[in-house]
């Protein structure tokens, strides 16, 4: 998994994986066995995740989290 901040394209995902890799799975007949995810789940933004949990609005980061 990887933070993203903006969009990705083809190069960039070629870049991520090792040629040696892309190779091996090409050999064994398997180009679409890895996936990769780019994500910004890591990044908490306490007033949309009490919203969604139906918390107090004034709910701290830590029991966002928790939740």
Not at 13 to 34: F, N, V, Y
Not at 47 to 67: G, M, Q, T, W, Y
């Amino acid at each position: 998994m990887s933070n993203i901040r903006r969009a990705v394209n083809d190069k960039s995902t070629k870049d991520m994986m090792p040629p040696s890799l892309r190779a091996r799975l090409l050999d064994e007949g398997r180009p679409g066995a890895l996936a990769f995810v780019a994500t910004q789940t890591d990044v908490l933004v306490r007033s949309e995740i009490a919203d969604n949990l139906n918390l107090p609005r004034k709910s701290s980061v830590e029991r966002c989290a928790l939740e």
